[in-house]
């Protein structure tokens, strides 16, 4: 998913979608530190109170847009499969949920089938069903409930043009033969649809409290809580489902009695209130609201601060998206110039430094379950190499360097005017001048993801939606994804027939690790084209209040988990 | 009048400085733009190195933070963009307040009343919100300073032509006026040789108490993020960017906060030294 999008800020902190790589370490000591005293068995009791910047949108599973099921959703959806919730590298696996396993591929991984776990309700007491699940899914396809990630209306069979349950009645591609099984027929091999069960559209919607659009205003809950109040885009006072129980639920530990959320909160004041930890504030956690470079200057003078920050990683490349389209950059030697001028120390400190993002020279962020395989085809070390861009520009026919136009968003995240400037004084260096042009994010959303006005050079972020290569590289690489009328991400609009013959090869990849290696190789393989220059992968901290307890990170999305954290 | 002499020094010295950036710059042998990764701690989130901000005999008034720009030449090229933007946007105020002051004192009721209204309607419009709306719209291509001057002055012309207009309406009753009239002048003629000169001096006043209003507003426009672009520098710019540090290192604060504050107080005096030079025997009536 595009990282600059709204619709992130469920998922990941937006100023914040800075994330990444290989630091166990640091996530050791951070989950020594907030798991001392923590015994699950006791953990019960008090107020968790969450502070975010991001408004509190939709709380409708068919319109959320989230990663391993979300980090406040999954308080009350629970999915087919979900986000593994264990500490480390592991946390990047999909376990069961709702179901009895990750599911059963058959027909090259054409069909999936699951099974429902036995004693499950929703929070009124009623089982819950697969016609349930199916009937959820349907949802998400009609208009009026748009917000959700589109792989289903492109993997599930016959539903592209499908409207949803109350225009179309059912999908027939989704088969419920008893009421404990769900059958998914796929029109292409798909072997990561594991990850994509993690999703809250896969979350069970009684068809008899279906309020359509107003169905958000109380949804029923499957999870450890149910919705007390819901005041949109403001507060979310979430307290226990009684109808759910640790026995019927080995992921989520639910140990407050009450949530409250607050949003639209200033960053600062965020930050400002869980550093002070004052009264409630002390029980207080944020997920999406990450440590600036402002405050890391603090955190280095005060230890006590620094027991209570996560270190966190969500796998993301910011990266200059080359259209090869425009002249001059259809002259690979004119991207490799480019790609060799650039200063990652200056970007990086554009972005809040070392401790907020490390270089990247590959497509693929840093770590192994992406299928992370090092290279750097054009090195330009950290500082850049403008005496080799300044030859390859002459091998081009520009011996007295070019004027290009960098177009970028005006938004004050990590790809915006203090990247730009940081790129347009590094290729001055090698000769290069760069104007810049600045659009504010729609308008920018507008013109580089329609391949018609996309410009020839921007920057852009890319995050994914489960830790895997297939949502990382297939979006921006896959030449059947070019999407003409708008909302594209192929932004060098590349179609390879010998690149998208390899990615449906390893979409019939069952097994992880495999596919991995694969995924690594082929951004090898795409990398000596030159059609980006990966710039950093990003990294977050996140600050949480005194009390909390068992705030480790989990890799799947870079965040600490609310259903394990305890304040007791 | 000691005072008036205070603002006038200042504001020669910010003028010069305006006027011999590339001058100032190239004596401390920095520029405004170049990024010094060596000169910031990147594992503090790009905290400049040393103590106040990186002041050192090489950068006079220390770096900024994360960038390692000198911040000495970007007060001295910010001085530029803020005086030029508030003097080109108070000619813009005063061309247009003083024309339409002009026609309404000097037209008939029907016109009068209006412009008047028009008059009105202007000093109404959330002028921020409007400022806000139009710099977001204009193509990136557009001269930034330009427009930023052509956008504060259009939205803030209302009271010098409310001044100009009730100047006029005395004037015109005034005996020579009426000899003019009478000897067959036109209205067009009447208004640029008789009533034009007696409004100068006031409008000049005025004048001079909108400039350090007009600092002000580009200040706040550049804070907001909608003002000059980067990698230009401008003092309001500057200021929103340090807003957020100012706790680890203040002086990146406290040095564009100090350059707007000398900035107004020094127009501000000025100002007042004006107005009391115009007209001695009152305080406070011509604005």
Redesign the interface.
């Known amino acids: 998913m595009r990282t600059s999008h709204k619709v992130l800020t469920a998922l990941v902190p937006l100023a914040a979608l800075l994330a990444a790589c290989g630091h166990n370490t640091q996530d050791a000591q951070g989950a020594k530190n907030s798991t001392a005293a923590f015994d699950p068995a006791t953990c019960q009791g008090g107020t968790l109170r969450v502070l975010n910047q991001g408004d509190l949108t939709h709380y409708d599973p068919a319109r959320l847009y989230t990663s391993g099921g979300g980090k406040i959703p999954t308080l009350l959806f629970r999915t087919l499969t979900t986000r593994n919730r264990v500490p480390g590298p592991d946390s990047t696996k999909v376990v069961p949920d709702l179901a009895t396993d990750v599911g059963t591929p058959s027909d090259d991984a054409k069909t999936w089938t699951y099974h429902l776990k036995d004693g499950l309700k929703f929070e009124d007491g009623t089982p819950i069903t697969s016609a349930d699940i199916k009937y959820g899914i349907e949802r998400s396809f009609a208009p009026e409930l748009p917000g959700g990630a589109p792989y289903l209306r492109d993997w599930l069979k016959d539903a592209q043009n499908y409207g949803g349950p109350y225009k179309d009645g059912e999908l027939s591609s989704i088969e419920t033969p008893d009421d404990k099984t769900i059958i998914f027929k796929l029109r292409k091999p798909e072997g990561e649809f594991p990850y994509l069960a993690t999703a809250t559209q896969f979350a069970p919607v009684p068809k008899a409290k279906d309020t359509g659009v107003d169905y958000e205003k109380h949804p029923i809950s499957s999870g450890p809580y149910k919705v007390e109040s819901f005041d949109q885009s403001k507060h979310l006072v979430l307290v226990r489902n009684d109808n759910w129980s640790r026995q019927i639920d080995d992921q989520r530990l639910a140990c407050p009695d009450r949530i409250e959320v607050t949003a639209g909160l200033d960053p600062a004041v965020v930050n400002q209130r869980l550093a002070t930890g004052a009264g409630d504030d002390a029980n207080a956690a944020t997920t999406d609201v990450n440590l600036g470079p402002a405050e890391l200057a603090r955190l280095g003078s005060d230890p006590q601060l620094a027991a209570h920050v996560a270190h966190t990683h969500f796998g993301d490349t910011t990266y200059l998206a080359f259209n090869p389209k425009v002249k001059p950059f259809d002259d690979i030697k004119v991207r490799e110039a480019i790609s060799y001028a650039v200063n990652r120390q200056t970007v990086i400190n554009a972005v809040g430094g070392s401790q907020l993002a490390d270089p990247a020279t590959t497509f693929l962020p840093d770590q192994a379950v992406f299928g992370y395989q090092p290279y750097d085809h054009f090195p330009a070390g950290p500082t850049g190499d403008p005496a080799k861009a300044k030859e390859l520009l002459a091998q081009a026919g520009y011996p007295n360097g070019l004027t290009i136009t960098l177009t970028h968003s005006t938004a004050q995240s990590g790809h915006g005017p203090g990247v730009a400037t940081a790129i347009q004084d590094a290729l001055k260096q090698a000769g290069i001048t760069v104007n810049l042009e600045p659009l504010d994010p729609d308008s920018f959303d507008a013109k580089v993801n329609t391949p018609a006005t996309e410009p020839g050079l921007s920057i852009d972020g890319w995050g994914a939606d489960w830790p895997s290569g297939n949502p990382f590289l297939a979006p921006i690489f896959d030449g059947r994804q070019i999407i003409k009328s708008g909302g594209n991400f192929n932004l060098a609009q590349y179609d390879n027939p010998e690149v998208n013959d390899e990615i449906d090869a390893i979409n019939k990849l069952t097994d992880p690790a495999a596919a991995a290696k694969r995924w690594g190789a082929l951004d090898e393989k795409i990398g000596k084209e030159a059609l980006t220059v990966p710039l950093y992968h990003s990294k977050d901290l996140l600050l949480f209040g005194k009390n909390v307890k068992n705030a480790w990170v989990s890799d799947w999305n870079g965040l600490y988990d609310l259903s394990v954290m305890s304040v007791k | 009048m000691r005072h008036y002499r205070v603002g006038l020094a200042i504001v020669a010295a910010l003028v010069l400085i305006a006027l011999t950036a590339p001058l100032l710059t190239a004596l401390e042998g920095q520029d405004a733009?170049?990024?010094h990764?060596e000169l910031?701690?990147?594992?503090?989130?790009?905290?400049p190195n040393g103590a106040l901000g990186g002041i050192s005999a090489d950068h006079w008034l220390g770096v900024e933070?994360?960038?390692?720009r000198d911040i000495f030449a970007r007060i001295v090229y910010g001085a530029q963009v803020s005086l030029g933007v508030a003097i080109g946007a108070t000619v813009v105020q005063v061309l247009i307040g003083t024309t339409v002051g002009l026609a309404a004192g000097m037209g008939g009721r029907l016109a009068d009343g209006l412009l008047t209204r028009g008059i009105d309607l202007m000093m109404a419009l959330p002028e921020l919100i409007f400022a806000i709306a139009l710099l977001?719209i204009v193509p990136?291509g557009f001269p930034r300073p330009l427009l930023l001057a052509g956008v504060i002055g259009v939205f803030g012309w209302g009271g010098t032509a409310r001044l100009v207009r009730a100047q006029t309406l005395s004037l015109r009753t005034r005996d020579y006026v009426a000899a003019a009239r009478l000897a067959g002048a036109g209205r067009v003629r009447v208004a640029r040789r008789e009533i034009l000169p007696g409004v100068v001096a006031p409008v000049l006043t005025y004048a001079a108490l909108l400039l350090p209003g007009n600092i002000v507003s580009e200040a706040g426009l550049s804070f907001l993020?909608i003002g000059v672009?980067?990698?230009t520098p401008s003092w309001g710019q500057m200021l929103s960017n340090a807003s957020?540090?100012f706790?680890?290192?203040p002086m990146y604060v406290i040095i564009p906060a100090a350059a707007i504050f000398l900035a107004v107080l020094a127009f501000t005096l000025l100002g007042d030294g004006v107005r009391k030079a115009a007209n001695p025997r009152t305080t406070g009536a011509a604005s």
């Not at chain 2, 933070?65 to 390692?68: K, S």
């Open positions: 733009t170049g990024f990764p910031v701690n990147s594992a503090l989130g790009g905290l933070p994360g960038t390692g977001v990136a993020g672009r980067p990698p957020v540090w706790r680890s290192d």
